[in-house]
């Protein structure tokens, strides 16, 4: 099971929450949230993928900082349509090209594009609260690489609430997808449940339960979460 740290936010306590090995840091670009990322993200071990959290953004924008952070993962938090999303991985695609032809012509290293050896994934969320009729992803299934499930609340993330798990029972597709909404150390038990159930669950998304304050992440809380989700 693959675990996700979002709403990184102080290059002192990425680099602390990089160290236990997550498999995805989150980055959070809206300035509307109170983890919204302004900074440097500090070298990571290349094992760790970043990922970056948008909300109903300009797409030129996302291309631009994916390009800027070297990010991995586009996580799409808004209302983002399958047209929106299409057209995102156009451009991508486009600069992606273009970013391999000036290279060629580049003699030297550092005035290089980077160019990731992999496309850029998509994450597409949807937030849920007592129900969620799944008929809703099917134009998504053939554009994005996975759905991620969250609280449907005031803030787009970081509520800090779950809502029922019963309701994914009924979800019908292969599509693998992130499990995230108020997950703490105390929902171990709940966790190992769920993950016993015929689903496709590939990842855990954890952020306000294993913090001190928006953005700070509490090392030993993710350290215990850990370990107790392999015991």
């Not at 990425?14 to 990322?37: C, H, M, T, W």
């Not at 071990?45 to 990010?71: A, D, H, M, R, T």
């Not at 150390?185 to 304050?213: G, H, R, T």
Request: aromatic share 12%; glycine share 6%; hydrophobic share 40%.
């Amino acid at each position: 099971m693959k675990l996700k740290v979002c709403g990184m936010k102080y290059a002192e306590n990425i680099q602390q929450v990089a160290a236990l090995q997550p498999d995805y840091l989150g980055f959070i670009f809206y300035e509307k949230s109170k983890r919204n990322f302004e900074g440097i993200i500090p070298e990571l071990p290349k094992s760790v993928k970043k990922v970056g959290v948008f909300v109903n953004e300009y797409l030129e924008i996302i291309v631009s900082l994916v390009e800027e952070y070297q990010l991995d993962v586009i996580q799409l938090h808004g209302d983002e349509s399958v047209e929106y999303v299409k057209e995102l991985q156009i451009q991508l695609s486009e600069r992606r090209s273009l970013f391999i032809e000036e290279n060629k012509h580049q003699k030297k290293e550092k005035n290089k594009h980077f160019i990731s050896d992999e496309k850029v994934e998509i994450i597409k969320v949807f937030g849920i609260k007592d129900e969620f009729d799944f008929d809703i992803l099917k134009p998504y299934l053939d554009f994005v690489d996975y759905f991620l499930f969250d609280t449907k609340g005031k803030e787009r993330g970081g509520n800090g609430v779950q809502f029922d798990w019963k309701v994914l029972e009924k979800y019908p597709f292969k599509k693998p997808f992130f499990l995230s909404g108020g997950i703490g150390l105390s929902d171990v038990e709940e966790v190992k449940k769920i993950l016993k159930l015929d689903l496709p669950i590939y990842a855990l998304d954890v952020n306000s339960k294993f913090e001190s304050e928006p953005g700070v992440k509490e090392i030993e809380e993710i350290k215990k979460f850990k370990k107790r989700l392999t015991v």
